[in-house]
Every structure is written in structure tokens, then in C-alpha cells.
């Protein structure tokens, strides 16, 4: 088991809901000093020492840029996975600043390596967060996102993987579909702008704008 030593000043400034639950620990057993090990249940070791690590640097390395690996490395595995942990951590013991950073990191790990959410990611992240938040989005998107690249028939040979993957959670499964419905309204839209010789028209009532996934980048 890995431990840390934290100043009870750090702690209270930096995790004050931990200095709290510290606190509590120590009111209701008298025999718990302040100095006395306490255990964290429900966050990985290194999943733990990257909130340190951010709290005491403001930074979140990302070991992939690090090691000049490519999307297809194998090393890519998990990757996303130990950023999904972080940021349950972060909501878990009330870090705002934590989770925008970590969304950020993640947008930025997409951009040199590809992410395919696995079912146990999708059910990890939409069971633990709150709903519509930042990171059921970018998981939402990346899932629209590879279903509309796939070939037809690279698709066809991977219905069944598919299947799994969209009905592996009862609201990823709904804000899928409504995102890749939104997709489909936007590709026709510019399939008949195109069609008349009118420059194609990329704003949706508002409802629907907000939710717009742009997938030019
Ligand atoms: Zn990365």
C-alpha cells in the first residue's frame, strides 16, 4: 500500500474536503489522532498521486506525449481510463479546478491519440458522474464520432461489438443515439444546401445547436 504525508495546512487549503473528513474521523473515535494513517477507499494509488501531483504543480502530465508514442501504441490502453478515475476523484472530493483541468487534458491526449471507449469505461463514467457532465460528453462524442467514420463495411463486420457497446448503459445509450440523430440532420442539411448551389447553412434551432458535434477537426 502506498501512503502519503500531507500537512494538515496543505489539506486544508488544497483538499479541504479531506481535512474534513479527517476532522469527523478524529470527533468520532478519540482514540484517532490527527497524525494517525488514514485509508482512501475508492481511488487508485496512481490515479491519487496524479491530484497531487496537480496540486502542488498545477500540471497534468500526459506520459504518452512524454514517450513520443503514437495513437496505435499499445501503451494507449488505459490511458484514458487512469484521466476517468482522476476526474471522479476530483468531483468525489469537490475539485472543480481538478476536473476542468483534467476535460482539458483529455482534449488535448485526443488530439495526438485516438480514444475508443471500452463498455467498462462508457459504465464506469456514467455511473459515477453527474449526468451531462463534461466528461459523459467527450465520451458521447468520441463513441459518434468513430461510429460515423467506420467504413460500412468494417461496421458490418462489428455489428455485434457495436450492439454492446451502445446498449452497455441505459443514458450513454440515449444521448447517443440523439447525438448521432443530430449528425444525420446536419449531413442532410448541407446534402441539400449543396444540392440547390446554396452555401450550407451550419446553425440548428437552439435546442439543438448546443449539441452540435463538430466532426471537421
Ligand atoms: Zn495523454
Given at each position: 500500500m502506498e501512503s502519503w504525508h500531507l500537512g494538515e495546512v496543505f489539506l486544508r487549503n488544497r483538499i479541504p474536503s479531506l481535512a474534513t473528513k479527517i476532522k469527523e474521523l478524529c470527533q468520532e473515535d478519540p482514540d484517532?489522532?490527527?497524525?494517525?494513517?488514514?485509508?482512501?477507499?475508492g481511488v487508485e494509488p496512481q490515479v491519487f498521486a496524479l491530484g497531487l501531483d496537480w496540486l502542488l504543480t498545477g500540471k497534468?502530465?500526459?506520459?504518452?506525449?512524454?514517450?513520443?508514442?503514437?495513437?496505435?501504441?499499445?501503451s494507449n490502453i488505459g490511458h484514458f481510463a487512469t484521466w476517468c478515475?482522476?476526474?471522479?476523484f476530483?468531483?468525489?472530493?469537490?475539485?472543480?479546478?481538478?476536473?476542468?483541468?483534467?476535460?482539458?487534458?483529455?482534449?488535448?491526449?485526443?488530439s495526438h491519440a485516438?480514444?475508443?471507449?471500452?463498455?467498462?469505461?462508457?459504465?464506469?463514467?456514467?455511473?459515477?458522474?453527474?449526468?451531462?457532465?463534461?466528461?459523459?460528453?467527450?465520451?458521447?462524442?468520441?463513441?459518434?464520432?468513430?461510429?460515423?467514420?467506420?467504413?460500412?463495411?468494417d461496421f458490418q463486420?462489428?455489428?455485434?461489438?457495436?450492439?454492446?457497446?451502445?446498449s452497455c448503459h441505459p443514458e450513454f445509450h440515449a444521448k447517443t443515439i440523439n447525438s448521432l440523430k443530430i449528425q444525420?440532420?446536419?449531413?442532410?442539411?448541407?446534402?441539400?444546401?449543396?444540392?440547390?448551389?446554396?452555401p450550407p447553412k451550419n446553425r440548428l434551432p437552439q435546442d439543438l445547436s448546443n449539441e452540435v458535434i463538430d466532426l471537421t477537426g
Open positions: 484517532h489522532n490527527l497524525d494517525d494513517p488514514v485509508t482512501l477507499r497534468l502530465g500526459c506520459s504518452l506525449l512524454r514517450s513520443g508514442d503514437n495513437a496505435a501504441n499499445e478515475a482522476l476526474y471522479v476530483a468531483e468525489d472530493y469537490e475539485l472543480p479546478d481538478l476536473s476542468n483541468a483534467t476535460i482539458e487534458r483529455i482534449k488535448n491526449c485526443l485516438e480514444w475508443s471507449p471500452s463498455t467498462s469505461e462508457i459504465k464506469y463514467v456514467f455511473k459515477k458522474t453527474k449526468e451531462d457532465c463534461p466528461l459523459q460528453k467527450v465520451v458521447t462524442k468520441e463513441v459518434t464520432k468513430r461510429f460515423i467514420r467506420q467504413s460500412l463495411p463486420e462489428q455489428v455485434e461489438e457495436w450492439t454492446k457497446v451502445l444525420f440532420a446536419l449531413t442532410s442539411r448541407r446534402l441539400g444546401a449543396q444540392r440547390r448551389g446554396q
